[in-house]
């Protein structure tokens, strides 16, 4: 590996910095301790890179004043989300329909249970973010899975598949927008057709944004609350964790646009409305409010090391296919001329010593694929596909 013993492994000044493996290795989180010290590991959705200036400095100055009691509203995060969001996708929030909430998947499993009773069906799109199925199941709820499609193109909504779902009356739509594993941007077409969908059916969308920010060069990202007709029977959950990287933090917020929604959030525990980190909460704002430079240098760095990743595929595996990303730092990997199920997933672990996370757990659409993070820094990347390559 070129440099791992001074703190940033990355030497690029027009990109953000990615801390070294010796850095790295010192992380006392999921990503870093899962595994043993000689596996890389490209799993989980945590990001390799030092935090945003602007985060760190207000993380320290909590530190200092030793702001460690509950969040509270107060704290102008609803403004600086609606803020955010102006200046981003043109998308205007009312601060008042700002709800913070622990994290996504408690909002989500939160929502689900104000939606739904036990047996009623949920719609998701596989292969998907796993803990989904968990989220449904959590209150009792039935999976209605509508795979997306797959063309030349890369992956897509089923939309006539979707439409046979909403007939069948389930009580949700759970969308992962943009989508993980997969990548993908909806486009406006498709969402205004799922628009169309659940006003004629009645069924509400919970859309998962949690990526929205992560949109790479190329790409545009629409919120599902700006389509026309969304905000009667929509629910954006979103939360500036992946995209400067906060997740131990502990802060997301459910967003409406409508009575209709907002009579929905308020239904949710009030115990669990107060849950969200102090610090999950002073970071989403200094993420929000002061963290957009960062941002942008942040997908310019992705993009960097998605067209990084490409090369590297072609030249060291070619036999791996994939749809690079829109969005996300993810790369949902074919790998089929390598095994089935979980074959490619065991094969890079135990022969190549890199984990990456096994294609089945996203759904049965995943038999033979993998997930791939790459939000590390160019040497770890290429580290990584070396030993894949050689694993093979
Ligand atoms: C689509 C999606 N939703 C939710 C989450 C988890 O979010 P949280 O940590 O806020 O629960 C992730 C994490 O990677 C994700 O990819």
Not at 5 to 18: I, K, L, N, R, Y
Not at 214 to 221: D, I, K, Q, R
């Amino acid at each position: 590996m070129a440099r791992v013993d001074d703190g940033t492994a990355s030497s690029q000044t027009d990109e953000v910095p990615a801390h070294a493996l010796s850095v790295l290795r010192q992380r006392r989180s999921s990503k870093w301790l899962t595994h043993p010290p000689d596996v890389l590991p490209l799993t989980v959705a945590e990001m390799d890179f030092a935090l945003a200036p602007p985060i760190a400095l207000a993380l320290e100055r909590a530190v200092e004043r030793a702001d460690t009691g509950y969040a509270t509203p107060a704290s102008g995060l609803p403004q600086a989300l609606s803020r955010f969001a102006q200046r981003r996708w043109s998308w205007a929030i009312e601060p008042a329909a700002v709800t913070a909430v622990p994290d996504v998947a408690g909002g989500v499993v939160e929502l689900l249970r104000v939606l739904t009773r036990p047996g009623d069906g949920v719609i998701v799109n596989t292969p998907v973010y796993r803990p989904f199925f968990d989220w449904v199941g959590a209150v009792g709820a039935e999976l209605l899975d509508v795979p997306l499609a797959l063309d030349e193109s890369g992956w897509h909504l089923d939309l006539p598949a979707l439409e046979r779902a909403f007939g069948t009356g389930p009580a949700a739509y759970l969308l992962c927008s943009p989508h993980n594993p997969v990548g993908r941007i909806h486009r406006i077409e498709e969402l205004e057709q799922v628009v169309a969908l659940s006003t004629r059916y009645g069924v509400p969308v919970i859309s998962d944004e949690i990526h929205a920010p992560l949109v790479l060069p190329g790409a545009t990202f629409v919120p599902m609350l700006t389509v026309p007709g969304a905000p009667a029977q929509t629910i954006t959950v979103i939360s500036a964790s992946k995209a400067w990287n906060l997740a131990g933090l502990k802060c997301a917020m459910a967003v409406t646009g409508s009575p209709a929604m907002a009579a929905v959030v308020e239904r949710i525990a009030p115990s669990v409305r107060w849950h969200a980190g102090q610090f999950g909460v002073l970071a989403a704002i200094a993420a929000f409010s002061e963290g957009e430079p960062w941002l942008d240098l942040l997908l310019v760095t992705l993009g960097n090391r998605r067209a990084r990743l490409g090369a590297l595929l072609a030249d060291r595996l070619p036999a791996i296919r994939w749809h690079p990303p829109e969005a996300t730092y993810l790369a949902w990997l074919d790998c089929r001329t390598v095994g089935s199920g979980s074959d490619p997933y065991n094969r890079f672990l135990e022969r190549g010593r890199v984990a990456l996370e096994a294609g089945p757990i996203f759904g049965s659409a995943g038999s033979g694929y993998v997930r791939l993070n790459f939000a590390t820094s160019a040497e770890v990347l290429e580290e990584a596909i070396d030993r894949m390559a050689r694993s093979l």
